[in-house]
């Protein structure tokens, strides 16, 4: 048994290992900075969980420290590691340590990592399977957590490509989802995006499975010197089940999970049963709840084509219904990259409120690259008559507005990878 810290427990990544830590034996600590209830959560679970990040938190017993990807060298909590000569571990360097020991089946992708996983996880649990899984969500059926501990030799894991986390994953098979450049603070380029999935496909093994749409050419291009089996993905839509949820990004996750089932000569039907009962995920198009008549939903969509998936499928849901789409831009310099992108992704929704910018790992520079009025001039060249886009200044007074304009029968989507769905929360309150 170790002691282990956790430096920014509180992320969705770091609070799932610090559970699959306490329920294999070790003790464990941890620190965030701004109070949340998946800490309350940890606490519950018998994780001490420190709200104020400070070198006296690390316990001298302590014999590895875990650290967040958002978190510098320079962090006084490192410093004290560093100090004490505990060993420390980025979080995907430990979940890559953990992967040496099974068999594991990594998720990655631009798109659809989270609802893949999740499918993949209750149907391999349907299947008897028994799998641990790691992923960015949490889980209705799993009780609301990001992590489930199983017993067989099986992993399943999200595999982030920022900053190439995933290249310290050891996978034996890998699911492909849809694939575009993203994360361009760290990537640069496309090219060097679709070089980081290249490096990664290349850590599979001579028998390693590679499942994926090899119909489209980034995929093509990526799994190029791949020579290990190859799943194509396309020859499954026909075997998707009718699904709870509508949009064409559920049937294709769907049938990724089919092409996994066949790699893996699992139970197709059992897989199929599974998925026609799947009803999303937390922050993944989830139903908060009812006001006064008014629907509100909230999903983590935050790249342009997220947004475009997810404002089609709520279209095909509430065809004659008025919808408004609350978007908190995911980082400056994602916006400012993807602007014209984003410009045009919200035709077909009466109403959208910009409340803010959510700011991470942005530079003074991203800052004065882009804002939410620059935005929102953008997306208003993109709408059509009887479609508006205002900036709202605030979660508190988007909340206000929405409290005196929505009416009985209207949607309200709150939409990014930041707290707005606190909006919705609010409204609902």
Request: glycine share 8%.
């Amino acid at each position: 048994m170790t002691n282990i810290f956790f430096c920014g427990i509180g992320g969705i990544g770091m609070s799932a290992l610090a559970r699959y830590a306490a329920q294999t034996g070790h003790s464990v600590w941890g620190s965030d900075s701004t109070a949340s209830l998946l800490l309350q959560e940890l606490e519950s679970e018998g994780i001490k969980v420190f709200l104020t990040q400070r070198p006296e938190n690390i316990p001298e017993n302590c014999t590895e420290f875990i650290y967040s990807e958002a978190i510098p060298e320079d962090h006084p909590e490192r410093l004290r590691a560093r100090e004490l000569g505990i060993p420390q571990k980025s979080y995907f360097e430990k979940l890559g340590e953990i992967s040496q020991d099974f068999f594991t089946i990594c998720i990655a992708g631009t798109h659809g990592k989270s609802g893949t996983t999740v499918m993949t996880g209750l149907a391999l649990e349907a299947q008897g399977v028994d799998p641990t899984v790691f992923v960015g969500t949490k889980v209705f059926e799993w009780g609301k957590k990001n992590m489930r501990r199983g017993k067989s030799n099986i992993l399943l894991v999200e595999a982030c490509e920022y900053c190439e986390s995933f290249l310290y994953l050891e996978p034996d098979v890998i699911v492909l989802t849809s694939i575009e450049p993203d994360h361009l603070d760290y990537y640069q380029t496309s090219e060097k995006y679709f070089t980081g999935f290249q490096k990664f496909v290349a850590k599979l093994p001579a028998e390693g499975m590679l499942v994926a749409d090899f119909d489209l050419p980034e995929v093509q291009n990526i799994a190029a010197k791949f020579t290990g089996k190859k799943v194509t993905t396309g020859e499954f839509l026909a075997q998707v089940p009718g699904l709870l949820l509508p949009g064409e990004h559920y049937r294709q996750n769907a049938a990724r999970v089919l092409a996994l089932f066949s790699a893996l000569e699992l139970n197709l039907e059992i897989a199929q049963k599974s998925l026609a009962k799947y009803r999303g995920a937390w922050r993944r198009f989830e139903m908060k709840g009812e006001k006064n008549g008014i629907t509100v939903i909230d999903d983590y969509g935050h790249h342009p084509t997220e947004i475009q998936a997810t404002l089609k499928t709520l279209c095909e849901l509430y065809p004659d219904r008025k919808k408004w789409v609350i978007f908190q831009p995911h980082q400056y310099s994602r916006t400012a990259d993807f602007l014209a992108e984003f410009a045009m992704s919200f035709s077909g929704v009466q109403e959208i409120l910009i409340p803010n910018i959510y700011r991470v790992r942005d530079t003074e520079a991203d800052l004065e690259r882009v804002s939410p009025e620059i935005l929102v001039q953008e997306i208003a060249k993109n709408l059509a008559s009887g479609e508006r886009v205002r900036y709202t200044d605030g979660f508190e007074k988007t909340v206000e507005l929405l409290n005196a304009e929505a009416k009985s029968g209207d949607v309200i989507l709150t939409l990014g990878a930041g707290p707005v769905h606190e909006v919705g929360e609010g409204f609902l309150t």
